[in-house]
Structures are given as structure tokens and as C-alpha cells.
């Protein structure tokens, strides 16, 4: 085998292992991508996870909440630039919109869900079980890797092949550079 047909080989099966790890979930006219959780350290007060979501219906729906057997809570949260600079977070009033014909992303510095008060740590390559609630859609299990960034173009469980930090180098802190300012009332729940 040469080394390109080899690379090629490599390629092809990790496509194929991608597609495995990474099925889109689907829910009514709803479709769920990319789901992923950022790693924790120990004791961290809170964990962040991102997806996408697809609506290829003709109503606008709403991410309204999640839930998780492994954290005590979850938010719809969204961020925001104060005017003196600061990063702020806060729930999304009313839910997330998922506008007809569109893809909405929850992604780093902006909307995610926070995962309040983590059981444990949650490390790489484990997965974590949400159920996500729309408004209309209802409710959909999804199972969201553990990982430094998107896993959809890898797999994710078998080990030193899980490459992509996407996202890049951000492993320790669970909301770095974020501030919970915003947050009303509380702090969140210590797990
Ligand atoms: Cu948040």
C-alpha cells in the first residue's frame, strides 16, 4: 500500500466510523447535529454543551429546556457583550427559537446549554444523555459526547481517532472567560 492510498484508506474508514458515532437525531421535522459537551474539571460548577438544530418544517418552534440524569439542572442560556466589555450569560426567555427553514447553532460564545451542577467530571470520549424539550416538537433523547469541540466529522468513542479540537485548547474551565453576572437570583447549584 502506498502512503497515499493508505491516508485515503485511513480517511474513508474514519468517515465511515463518523457517520456511525454522529447520526443526526431526529424529532418530528426537527434535526439534531454535532451534539457535544466540553470536558470538566473536577468540582466544576457547571458544564457546557452545543448542537445544532434543523428545522425543515413550515412553524417556528422552540428549544424551551433539557434535562440530564448526570447534572442537576440544565438552561437555554445565551451570551451577551456588556458595554464595559464583560461576556454575560443569562437564560433565553421563552425558549430558543427555531425559525421555519433554518439552522440554529448552539456554539462556544454564544447560545448553549448550561449543564448546572455536574455529578461528575465529564471526560473525554464518555457521553452524556439529555433529553432536549421543544415546545411543539416535545421532548427527544440525545447523546452528546464529551469533547474539545464538534465530533461530527470523527468518531468519538474510539479513542486516539477522535481528533478536531475545533475549538481549540480550551479544556480546563467549563465557561471560560465568562462571568455568571447576568445570572437572576442565584448562583448556580454547587454539585
Ligand atoms: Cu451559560
Request: glycine residues 14%; hydrophobic residues 45%.
Amino acid at each position: 500500500m502506498t502512503k497515499m492510498t493508505r491516508a485515503l484508506a485511513v480517511a474513508g474508514a474514519m468517515m465511515l466510523a463518523g457517520s456511525a458515532f454522529a447520526q443526526p437525531v431526529q424529532l418530528g421535522t426537527l434535526t439534531i447535529t454535532s451534539p457535544w459537551v466540553r470536558p470538566t474539571p473536577p468540582g466544576a460548577p457547571s458544564a457546557a454543551g452545543y448542537l445544532s438544530i434543523v428545522n425543515h418544517g413550515a412553524a417556528e418552534d422552540r428549544l424551551v429546556g433539557a434535562t440530564t440524569p448526570d447534572a442537576a439542572s440544565v438552561q437555554v442560556h445565551e451570551m451577551s457583550m456588556t458595554g464595559n466589555g464583560v461576556m454575560k450569560m443569562r437564560p433565553v426567555p421563552g425558549g430558543l427559537a427555531i425559525p421555519p427553514g433554518r439552522t440554529v447553532t448552539l456554539a462556544p460564545d454564544g447560545y448553549h446549554l448550561m449543564i448546572i451542577g455536574p455529578r461528575q467530571e465529564f471526560k473525554p470520549g464518555e457521553r452524556v444523555p439529555v433529553t432536549l424539550v421543544f415546545k411543539h416538537a416535545g421532548k427527544v433523547a440525545v447523546s452528546f459526547p464529551v469533547a474539545n469541540g464538534p465530533v461530527a466529522n470523527g468518531p468519538v468513542a474510539n479513542g486516539p481517532a477522535a481528533g478536531g479540537s475545533a475549538a481549540g485548547g480550551q479544556a480546563g474551565g467549563a465557561m471560560p472567560g465568562m462571568t455568571m453576572g447576568a445570572m437572576p437570583g442565584k448562583a448556580p447549584a454547587k454539585p
